[in-house]
């Protein structure tokens, strides 16, 4: 986040300024796309700046492990067994880390939700958009 908050600050920022600022120059405005779409783009910039800020004001970085490792918490590796046997691995992640290409599900998701607090051998019940899902913890790691 810090890193796409110093791109659109330092780079993009800028140079849809300048473009503004040439558009801008152009004359009559109310016909210059250019200019329209850079205020535009200015718009979004400033708005995703703000989002950026505000989260990165009240991010929390958890570094240690929880107290009780035998149990499903914020930062776990959770491996899952379906009722047809097939397995599948995730980690609880923040909603702004959620990757499902690396397998990282976030803790406001209902799968992440179900396991939160459950043991190793758990029977886990997840409400899903399609229907009830039963599921069973077959390993829990902490990094």
Same mark, same amino acid.
């Given at each position: 986040?810090?890193?796409?908050?110093? !791109? +659109?600050?330092?780079?993009?920022?800028?140079?849809?300024? $300048?473009?503004?600022?040439?558009?801008? @120059?152009?004359?009559?405005?109310?016909?210059?796309? !250019?200019? *329209?779409?850079?205020?535009?783009?200015? %718009?979004?910039?400033?708005? %995703?700046? %703000?989002?950026?800020?505000?989260?990165?004001?009240?991010? #929390?970085?958890? #570094? !240690? %492990?929880?107290?009780?490792?035998? #149990?499903? &918490?914020?930062?776990?590796?959770?491996?899952?067994?379906?009722? /047809?046997?097939? $397995?599948?691995?995730?980690?609880?992640?923040?909603? /702004?880390? +959620?990757?499902?290409?690396?397998? +990282? =599900?976030?803790?406001?998701?209902?799968?992440?939700?179900? +396991?939160?607090? #459950? *043991?190793?051998? @758990?029977?886990?019940?997840?409400?899903?958009?399609?229907? !009830?899902?039963?599921?069973? =913890?077959?390993?829990?790691? &902490?990094?």
């Amino acid at each position: 986040m810090r890193a796409e908050l110093h !791109e +659109l600050w330092h780079v993009r920022r800028p140079q849809v300024t $300048q473009a503004v600022s040439e558009a801008a @120059a152009q004359g009559d405005r109310s016909e210059n796309a !250019e200019y *329209t779409y850079g205020k535009k783009m200015l %718009r979004e910039i400033d708005s %995703r700046v %703000r989002f950026l800020t505000k989260r990165l004001e009240n991010l #929390k970085v958890v #570094k !240690e %492990r929880p107290a009780d490792t035998g #149990k499903v &918490y914020f930062g776990a590796w959770v491996t899952i067994e379906d009722e /047809d046997g097939e $397995q599948s691995r995730y980690r609880i992640v923040g909603p /702004d880390e +959620l990757d499902l290409k690396q397998n +990282l =599900i976030s803790i406001d998701s209902p799968l992440a939700r179900a +396991l939160v607090g #459950k *043991t190793l051998d @758990a029977e886990v019940r997840v409400h899903t958009p399609t229907g !009830e899902k039963l599921c069973y =913890i077959i390993a829990i790691e &902490y990094p």
